[in-house]
């Protein structure tokens, strides 16, 4: 298992919990403006890389909350800062306000965080993956 998010350098853990989720999403944010079915292969990849962060960086699942509160919410505000560049039609629906959908982002990202560090306590005690 790589080393968990709090022993990492400060400048790592910028880059995972912030940048890597606004770099996504601004990739995200082009994509809504493109195609409809790429943008929901990257929401779902989106998904998975939630509950990853939660297993593979956080031991305890408040700990890993907090971290997909904020990620999840830097993730979905530069989806809409990425679409307002754009200035482009999406090609998915984007809910109205638009600002939802930080929200929802942000409450996804620190549910299923939540759920992967609780998946990889118990890969962890199961002796799956080790520390």
Request: proline share 5%.
């Amino acid at each position: 298992m790589p080393p968990l998010l709090a022993t990492r350098a400060p400048v790592a853990q910028v880059l995972l919990a912030v940048i890597v989720p606004a770099v996504y999403g601004a990739l995200c944010g082009l994509a809504i403006d493109s195609s409809k079915g790429l943008y929901t292969i990257l929401q779902i990849l989106a998904v998975v890389g939630g509950i990853g962060a939660g297993v593979l960086d956080h031991e305890n699942a408040g700990e890993a909350a907090w971290r997909g509160l904020i990620s999840g919410a830097v993730f979905g505000s530069f989806i809409l800062i990425a679409h307002r560049l754009d200035n482009a039609v999406p090609k998915a629906s984007l809910p109205n306000p638009q600002v939802v959908l930080a929200v929802v982002t942000a409450l996804g990202g620190c549910v299923l965080a939540a759920l992967g560090s609780a998946l990889g306590a118990r890969l962890r005690r199961r002796g799956v993956a080790t520390s």
